[in-house]
């Protein structure tokens, strides 16, 4: 079967320009995380999904940020008016359970540079 | 000071030699610890997990957590140019929010 799917793999923007990021998560997986990765550093947690809930976005670092899992499968991470800091990669992962904090899989990210 | 401490390296070693990594962590909510392995241009792969202390072996690898000092290692057996990747620490306590390391950049030399 098919792991974690991100497109697209890269994407450059200008300063200001508003992106959007995709996410398929494994078939059948009940929870969806975005994570940032900026360069030389570990992922930092952006936000959670449960189906099409949003149960967590304590990690989005301004409202520019906005993530949406309507159907509860696809997710967006959209971030409006992009900034030189945004530039990272940007990971998302599913999980088949809701009590296994280890059963995260990854996708292998979009590299997000804005110039 | 961050919640999870991790060497960024870089390491070097020779081929066959054991590898030990590490993390020191400050929550003593967490219970759940993961060590992860990310190559180049990838996302991050589960190596081995662990709940709360103790030592979990799987092949060539062994991971120890110590609660008692917030202390947790990897050790790598053998070590094999394949196993040259940036290796991650990542940790949780029930919220599922996992709270990472910086990764440590290993590279074994044949």
């Known amino acids: 079967g098919a792991g974690v799917s991100q497109s697209p793999r890269y994407k450059v923007a200008k300063r200001g320009q508003d992106v959007a990021l995709r996410c398929d998560p494994i078939s059948g997986h009940v929870s969806l995380f975005w994570y940032q990765q900026a360069l030389g550093q570990g992922p930092e947690f952006l936000t959670y999904f449960q189906n099409e809930a949003q149960l967590d976005k304590s990690g989005l670092p301004s409202d520019r940020f906005f993530a949406e899992r309507p159907e509860g499968s696809v997710s967006t991470l959209k971030i409006q008016r992009t900034q030189q800091e945004d530039s990272a990669v940007y990971l998302c992962?599913?999980?088949?359970?809701?009590?296994?904090?280890?059963?995260?899989?990854f996708g292998p990210g979009t590299r997000l540079t804005v110039t | 000071q961050k919640e999870v401490e991790q060497d960024p390296g870089p390491l070097s070693v020779p081929e066959g030699a054991i590898v030990s990594l590490n993390c020191t962590y400050s929550?003593?909510?967490?219970?759940?610890f993961m060590w992860y392995r990310q190559y180049s241009r990838k996302g991050p792969e589960l190596l081995m997990y662990t709940y709360s202390s103790g030592n979990k072996e799987d092949g060539r690898f062994t991971a120890q957590v110590d609660k008692s000092s917030k202390y947790i290692s990897l050790f790598i057996r053998d070590s094999q140019p394949s196993d040259s990747a940036t290796y991650l620490c990542a940790m949780t306590g029930n919220n599922r929010k996992l709270i990472w390391g910086l990764g440590t950049s290993l590279a074994v030399n044949p």
């Open positions: 992962a599913s999980s088949t359970r809701t009590g296994a904090p280890n059963e995260q899989y």
């Open positions: 929550n003593s909510a967490f219970q759940y």
